[in-house]
């Protein structure tokens, strides 16, 4: 009995030494938990593809990312899926290979650790099908730590139609290097291919776009491919909303998109208050494709204002029959005020330094009779080039105090930085308002002072409306103001009647302006009828010393110009190149002078009899750049006008049909020159008089 039990006990130490050596040498398969690791069908880039950026027949390529793995005890070696998708929306073409498998990447060698494969079989694009989609380390043991984030394959995809694709992954399986099951969670993905309907955005501005009660239609417009493999739209529905204080629907009617196919079935919908339901069409045969008008939403305009006329829902059949995904783009309408300043243009001597100068802020309002509401209160800032103007007063305009008692604030000057901040007006009583006359009315007056020669705007910034209903739209219009300077060429006119060939003359460029730092010109002329032979600098501006400057104008430079330079006259193509002076020292203060001041004296040699106008060129002045009238000179026989040697009835009847042209004189002598027959720098009755004189005295 006793030698029984010692075997057993022999037998029991035998079994529990072996199964040590069996857990040791094989261990229990390790299961990672399904909160660790995620197998998923990641998104395109984009995720949903929208006509036209993108279109029916392009590649889709969606990734099968492991994710969340958190276990790098378990070394992976293998995996197989079989992945569904919508067939009626994606072609699978090819399955590529992954990096997850590949291991660590060498950047040196920019090769990666493992050697790996990929397989499947051909996809089922009818049923939407991928079967044995398989990965493998095809390294001798080979094996990946079960760490991170990758992509064990791409899904590459075209797009057949549009509409919402599901990507979903039916089966997976991953094998670690004991051929153990690893536990995975999945995530399927998805995909859109979306066509665009959208609403126009209107801005009105009254009056030059519309008014109160004026109408306003806005297409519902679809944009899908032209391709005709993707099905074709066959009928759509639609809601809508908008705001019922600025805009009332009048109507809502077909477009063409359907109904240039065949016949269709149109139903307008419901209008509600700032609503319209179930506005739908139906295309009894065929299908649409390509882009086109849906619909046409009439309204009338109530307010002054903003509303978006939004596309709350909609939904499009495509022919085969799938749903088709639609983005959307919702429209706006504004119908807004105008409020402006005016430019203002002078030349010198029509206004000078010192002088003061008034810009009215107007707006432009319906009355009474076509506007319900009325403005309340405005607030406004302004901005200008203090070198050119100093403010000096903000007074209120009539445009509020008509309707009653106002509180006026004219604000706050800066006069370094040239702005004006919180001007503003407002009635007093909340229960008044003030409507417009359809013409400009003053909101208010800013008075400068003109400190120097040049232009500048004056900007409107920050203006808001307040109207009875809220906030009104507005546009502004800025200002403008320049002191300018006056350059011509004297005289304006060279008689060549009686003058012979060879011949000479001269002509002085002059200037009239309140100040001057620097100028340059140059000329253009027809070098058959005159040849420059010799340019002498009037140096008649400054009392100071001057540096001459040829060809081109350069502040302080040390380049000096001597009398009657002739390398940059071209007597071939007849061409100045510019020229002119700078003062010497303080550029940056310049002088005052008097008008009509000679700057350079041009001698000409007569070549021919054709008419010539000579022409400055490049010219510029400078104190601050000053804004510059030019005015040419005439080189004719006078009257000659068609530049045929004499002065006959077709010259006559030139002038005489200039002159009838419904321009005003300046435009008329701008474009026709040779018609401005007394260079008086416009065409007029006496031009046309002068001319028939010439003919009288025989031409």
């Known amino acids: 009995m006793k030698g029984k039990n010692k075997v057993s006990a022999i037998f029991a130490t035998l079994l529990l030494i072996i199964g040590t050596l069996v857990v040791i040498q094989f261990p229990v398969p390790i299961y990672a938990n399904p909160e660790d690791v995620e197998v998923k069908v990641g998104s395109a880039t984009p995720a949903t593809y929208i006509f036209p950026n993108q279109t029916i027949g392009d590649t889709v390529t969606m990734p099968i990312m492991v994710r969340n793995l958190t276990n790098p005890g378990i070394q992976v070696v293998s995996w197989q899926a079989n992945v569904d998708f919508t067939a009626k929306i994606l072609n699978c073409t090819t399955i590529m290979n992954g990096t997850f498998l590949a291991g660590k990447y ?19 694009n009818v049923n939407g099908h991928i079967t044995n989609i398989k990965g493998n380390i095809t390294t001798v043991g080979g094996s990946v730590a079960l760490n991170g984030s990758s992509v064990l394959a791409y899904l590459v995809f075209t797009v057949k139609s549009f509409g919402s694709a599901a990507v979903s992954i039916t089966s997976i399986y991953m094998q670690d290097n004991l051929a153990n099951p690893i536990d995975v969670t999945t995530v399927d993905g998805s995909f859109g291919m979306a066509m665009l309907v959208s609403l126009p955005s209107v801005s009105w501005t009254y009056p030059a776009d519309g008014n109160i009660g004026d109408t306003v239609t806005m297409d519902l417009i679809i944009n899908a491919s032209t391709d005709t493999t993707w099905g074709g739209v066959t009928f759509w529905q639609a809601d809508f909303s908008f705001n019922s204080s600025i805009l009332q629907c009048n109507s809502v009617t077909e477009g063409t998109y359907l109904s240039s196919v065949d016949g269709t079935v149109f139903k307008n919908g419901t209008v509600g ?9 139906t295309l009894t045969t065929g299908s649409a494709n390509g882009s086109g008008v849906l619909a046409h939403l009439n309204f009338k305009v109530l307010d002054f204002g903003t509303t978006a006329v939004s596309i709350t829902s909609i939904a499009v059949t495509v022919g085969d029959p799938h749903s088709g995904l639609v983005s959307t783009v919702n429209g706006s309408f504004t119908m807004g005020l105008k ?75 800066d006069h370094v930085n040239g702005t004006i901040t919180n001007v503003s007006c407002s009635l007093n ?20 002072n003109v400190t120097g020669a040049g232009s500048t705007k004056i900007t409107i910034t920050g203006l808001t409306l307040i109207g009875t209903s809220g906030i009104i739209p507005v546009t502004t219009a800025d200002g403008y103001f320049e002191l300018g300077a006056k350059m011509e060429l004297v005289p304006s006119m060279y008689n060549l009647n009686g003058v012979n060939i060879g011949d000479k003359f001269q002509m002085n460029i002059t200037i009239t302006t309140a100040e001057l730092s620097a100028w340059q010109a140059g000329l253009k002329f027809d070098a058959t009828t005159v040849n420059v032979i010799n340019i002498t600098l009037g140096r008649g501006f400054w009392n100071t ?59 000409f040699n007569v070549t021919g009899y054709v008419p010539t106008v000579i ?34 009835i077709l010259d006559v009847g030139t002038v005489c049909a200039v002159y009838a042209l419904p321009l005003t004189p300046e435009e008329k002598a701008a474009a026709y020159p040779l018609c401005d027959v007394d260079s008086s720098g416009t065409v007029n009755i006496l031009d046309v008089g002068t001319v028939c004189s010439i003919y009288a005295l025989g031409g």
């Open 615 to 648: 022409q400055l060129t490049g010219a510029k002045a400078f104190g601050s750049e000053i804004p510059l009238t030019l005015k040419y000179a005439i080189v004719m026989k006078m009257g000659d006008v068609d530049s045929n040697g004499v002065v006959n």
């Open 429 to 448: 009583d909340p229960t008044k308002n003030a409507t417009g006359t359809g013409a400009a009315e003053v909101m208010a007056s800013l008075t400068f």
């Open 339 to 413: 409020v402006s300043l005016p430019s203002t243009s002078w030349t010198y001597n029509a206004g000078n330094i010192g002088d003061p100068v008034t810009i009215d802020m107007e707006i432009t309002a319906p009355s009474l009779a076509s506007w319900k509401g009325g403005i309340t209160s405005w607030k406004a800032n302004f901005s200008y080039d203090p070198e050119i103007l100093d403010i000096t007063s903000v007074t209120e305009g009539t445009f509020l105090s008509k309707a009653g008692a106002t509180t006026f604030i004219n604000g706050t000057a």
């Open 545 to 603: 010393s001057t540096t001459d400057v040829f060809p081109d104008y350069v502040i302080n430079t040390t380049t000096t110009l001597p009398d009657g330079i002739t390398p940059y006259i071209d007597n071939t193509a007849g061409t100045v190149q510019p020229f002119g002076e700078t003062q010497l020292g303080n550029v940056s203060a310049p002088e005052t002078g008097p008008d009509g001041k000679v700057l350079a004296t041009i001698w």
């Open 106 to 124: 060498n950047s040196t060698t920019h090769t990666y650790k493992w050697n790996t494969s990929i397989s499947f079989d051909t996809p089922d």
């Open 273 to 281: 208050s700032g609503t319209i339901t179930s506005v739908n069409c």
